[in-house]
């Protein structure tokens, strides 16, 4: 693994409620214009046997996502990671968080930066 | 350095901002007089750091360029969105003289007092109106359908409210010692996450479910709590009263019920009169007996026994009182009667609703019925968490009262992890829910007495301080039995959110003499009032909150232009309107309300937020073990009979039906066969968005960029039959309106039924009407009607009517 690419967000979709705190504390954050920032929340609805289906939020963080350096730099955590209402997103070594996934179903890593 | 000007400061979310029932700590950072950042608390219990959509896009809030900054008087015509700035101080005297004007020639009862939803708000909104005389504060949803019918409801069987156990009341959550977490929770149509109402925090649901709560939901539409439930009971929209009815059929036939509650705390012994149907009451067995107590049949001396309503017990305590059975009984007339318990009545009731019944009525499957049911009534402990879907229905008490019984007799009441008593923190009162009474208060109870719809319907008499808002708005076009001249709209959209049926609101208004609006933006309903005085934030105003636990301040950390506090604003008002207002100061004022708490507005606000000690009225458990609800300090009840009550004296009393059961509301497929040929789709509304609260936040950038439009929910089934596209516009119509919403095809909406967004209006359209900022474009309650409430004038068909649905023909729509 490259050095530049040691941190990472993992995400516990399972527990991602779409409250949106993460997308919009980004763009507190960093100043973007509405229809900008470093994540994005997708909804996911997922047709499953016997008429059910299964809904989902998935953050997605984007091409402008910085990973918090000047945060993260001061020891704080990423703006989106601090004000998610659910605490589904951990910041950390790509190493670490993929040691934490294997704890738990229905995890993502992502690795923007 | 230029952070070092900074300074962070911190405070408690409350409206206005955020617009929802406040409460979190967060930290402002602000520098020169701006807000640059606003962050989560995490010291604060409440949030532990975490913070929503909508309180973290204050900077777009707070700063805007189209936030109303100093008061003004109408120029032109109402509507036409011609505005003279005007100091403070011409805009106080103009209101004085004009509202002095309208008390002198009417009566004080002349003015109505508008607000919206539960913020920082009816305290002071209650202070102006009070100071000024006028008992009408009118909350204006039809059927006041959101929140305090519940709270009446519950009033009337169990005296205090109680809410689902998150450890919300301890400093330490869910590290205290005394908690646990709830093995069941049931949340019965709520889409919580989305806006923490009912001053609650959403997320709570999520970290209990992390520790391994199950979830039962009970909703039409597949919300993110359906996804992960154990149990999704998709009911058809206004039957919830059977599904109830259901639950507690499976309780009683499968014995799952709590014995010793029943006997001991409930009045399921008392004997009704087969005779006359009504309680039997010691009046009825002594000449001079007192009618307020009860009699029970005791097995051990085979007699009548009384129940001392005053004492809380029985005349005879050793005496075997019997829940079951049927007993003659000699009245002080001579005349020999034959009664029956209030649980054999209760039991009859229910088992009118054997599950293929309450099937064929909501649509569920029975198995599933009786499997939720069994899980939650084995669960120890199980919480209940229901939303605003059960306020908006006409028969909302027969439904809340079979909640409050399925908790009650699964012994979940009180309990850690259960429904706990909801009290205020120190008893500290300044927004008086129903059944509560603070310090703000009318002069004298003969004030009240022109009150609306309060000599009628009794809940509001004895509960809920409110006018009848149906029977405000029919008032004010028929003026009997006296004219109303005068409306106060403070935060409140009676026109963009509030009023079903906007276009009679939007006539009634008209008729009005004197309408002032106190809000932070301009809106549909400000662009109709002759003055509009620009609020404060929750970052621009000190105050407080004493809604249940914590008690906690909201500090001033900043001023914009003219804006002031809206009690400060009701304040200056209440002692020009009032000779006798005793205090000088709002100061003055909050130290008096936070007086049983033992600490001044100051010494509170240096702790930030204050828990109640261990073994106060405001902190868990097992209050009415304790003797820790009732004034007289008795274990019981705060009830008439000082118990719980399965059978309802007051609705007895008031010739409502004492029981829980089901009546079809007015506008379903069922009730209205004739309709449903032609409107053969049921139309709900109301589905909560994380980017709004209600009406509001719609120019915010941020916030509009996640919900951009007004999006009606169609199964794609259904939409293919209407030969509907994703993303098309739309029209809904019945038989009242129509409107236009753009169409978003999922499946978390059943075929038979679409979900309207609410409370849409365009703050980027034109102001003047006949746009109103295009307020009649999209706004669903134009299909929703007035004066359908409920027998006791609560609740009403909010969230179930009917409609058809079409595709916009091009040149119909012009948002893009």
């Known amino acids: ?113 | 350095m230029a952070t070092s000007k900074t300074t962070i400061h911190k405070t408690t979310t409350w409206s206005p901002g955020p617009g929802c029932h406040g409460g979190c700590g967060v930290l402002a950072h602000v520098k020169d007089g701006k807000l640059l950042k606003i962050e989560g608390d995490p010291d604060h219990p409440m949030n532990q750091g975490r913070l929503c959509a909508r309180a973290l896009a204050m900077t777009q809030y707070i700063d805007h360029p189209d936030r109303l900054r100093y008061p003004a008087k109408r120029a032109g015509k109402r509507g036409e969105n011609k505005w003279e700035r005007i100091s403070w101080g011409e805009a106080f005297d103009l209101i004085e003289a004009k509202m002095k004007k309208i008390r002198k020639e009417h009566g004080p009862e002349s003015m109505i007092f508008n607000v919206g939803t539960g913020r920082d708000i009816y305290a002071w909104v209650c202070m102006l109106a009070y100071a000024y005389g006028s008992p009408n504060v009118m909350f204006g949803l039809t059927g006041q359908a959101c929140y305090g019918p519940r709270l009446a409801s519950v009033a009337t069987v169990q005296g205090d409210f109680s809410v689902f156990d998150a450890a919300q009341w301890f400093p330490e959550r869910f590290d205290h010692p005394g908690y646990e977490v709830p093995e069941c929770m049931i949340i019965w149509g709520y889409n919580i996450h989305a806006t923490c109402p009912d001053n609650l925090f959403g997320h709570w649901i999520t970290d209990l479910m992390k520790k391994g709560t199950k979830i039962i939901c009970i909703d039409p539409r597949l919300s993110w709590f359906g996804s992960r439930a154990k149990y999704h009971l998709r009911l058809r929209p206004g039957t919830d009263s059977a599904l109830i009815m259901g639950f507690l059929n499976v309780i009683i036939t499968e014995e799952l019920y709590d014995k010793n509650f029943l006997e001991k705390w409930t009045n399921g012994a008392h004997l009704i009169r087969n005779d006359t149907s009504k309680l039997l009451r010691e009046s009825d067995l002594v000449e001079n007996g007192a009618p307020k107590n009860f009699v029970a049949w005791d097995s051990t001396g085979n007699t009548t026994i009384v129940w001392d309503a005053a004492q809380v017990a029985y005349r005879d305590i050793k005496a075997t009182p019997c829940v079951s059975g049927e007993y003659t009984v000699e009245l002080w007339t001579g005349e020999r009667i034959v009664c029956h318990t209030a649980w054999d009545e209760f039991c009859n009731e229910v088992n009118k609703y054997p599950l293929e019944t309450v099937e064929k009525i909501t649509g569920v499957p029975a198995d599933d019925i009786k499997k939720s049911a069994t899980f939650y009534a084995k669960a120890k402990p199980a919480a209940v968490h229901w939303g605003v879907a059960v306020d908006m229905t006409p028969a909302i008490t027969p439904l809340v009262t079979g909640i409050s019984a399925l908790w009650a007799l699964t012994g979940n009441l009180d309990i850690p992890g259960g429904n706990v008593f909801a009290r205020f923190a120190f008893d500290v009162v300044s927004y008086a829910l129903p059944g509560t009474k603070g310090p703000i208060k009318l002069k004298t109870e003969e004030m009240d007495k022109p009150r609306i719809g309060a000599d009628k319907f009794m809940p509001l008499n004895k509960f809920y301080w409110r006018c009848q808002t149906d029977m405000t708005l029919d008032q004010i076009f028929t003026e009997k039995p006296y004219p109303i001249k005068g409306m106060w709209i403070q935060t409140a959209g009676i026109m963009q959110g509030l009023g079903m049926d906007p276009k009679k609101w939007r006539s009634a208004l008209d008729k009005l003499d004197f309408i002032v609006a106190v809000d932070v933006f301009h809106t549909p309903t400000t662009q109709l009032a002759d003055v509009v005085l620009p609020a404060g934030t929750f970052l621009e105003k000190d105050s407080f909150r004493s809604w249940w636990v914590p008690l906690q301040t909201i500090n001033k950390v900043m001023k914009v232009d003219e804006c002031l506090p809206d009690m400060e604003i009701n304040f200056e008002l209440a002692k020009r309107f009032d000779p006798d207002f005793k205090f000088e100061t709002l100061y003055d004022l909050y130290d008096d309300i936070l007086k049983p708490s033992g600490m001044t507005f100051k010494e509170l606000q240096e702790k930030g937020w204050a828990y109640p000690p261990e073994g106060s009225s405001s902190c868990p458990y097992h209050r009415y073990e304790k003797g820790l609800l009732r004034p007289d300090k008795k274990p019981g009840f705060r009830t008439p009979t000082g118990l719980f009550e399965l059978y309802s004296t007051l609705r007895e009393e008031w010739d409502l039906e004492p029981m829980p059961h089901h009546e079809e509301p007015p506008f379903t497929p069922v009730s209205r066969p004739d309709l449903a040929k032609e409107y053969p789709l049921i139309l709900s509304t109301g589905r909560r968005s994380p980017a709004f609260f209600h009406t509001e936040h719609r120019n915010i950038p941020w916030l509009r960029d996640i919900d951009p439009d007004p999006i009606l929910e169609i199964h794609p089934e259904t939409a293919e039959q209407n030969k509907i596209g994703n993303g098309e516009w739309v029209w809904i119509e019945n038989w009242m309106g129509r409107a236009r919403f753009k169409a978003k095809l999922t499946p978390v909406v059943p075929e038979w039924m679409v979900m309207a967004a609410h409370g849409w209006w365009f703050p980027e359209k034109k102001a003047a009407e006949p746009s109103l900022y295009g307020m009649w474009e999209s706004n669903v309650n134009q299909m929703i009607p007035m004066n359908e409430y409920g027998k006791d004038g609560m609740g009403a068909p909010i969230k179930h009517s009917m409609c058809k649905i079409y595709k916009c023909q091009p040149g119909e729509v012009t948002h893009e």
């Open chain 1, 1 to 113: 693994m490259s050095k530049k690419h040691e941190y990472g967000l993992l995400i516990d979709y399972e527990y991602c409620t779409g409250c949106y705190s993460c997308q919009v504390a980004c763009a507190q954050e960093y100043n973007w214009p509405a229809g900008m920032g470093g994540i994005r929340v997708n909804e996911i609805i997922q047709k499953l046997p016997k008429g059910k289906h299964y809904l989902t939020y998935l953050p997605f963080p984007t091409e402008l996502c910085v990973l918090c350096k000047p945060r993260t730099k001061k020891g704080l955590p990423p703006a989106c990671v601090k004000h998610c209402m659910s605490g589904c997103m951990t910041y950390g070594a790509v190493e670490d968080l993929a040691k934490e996934m294997t704890k738990k179903p229905r995890m993502v890593l992502w690795v923007p930066k």
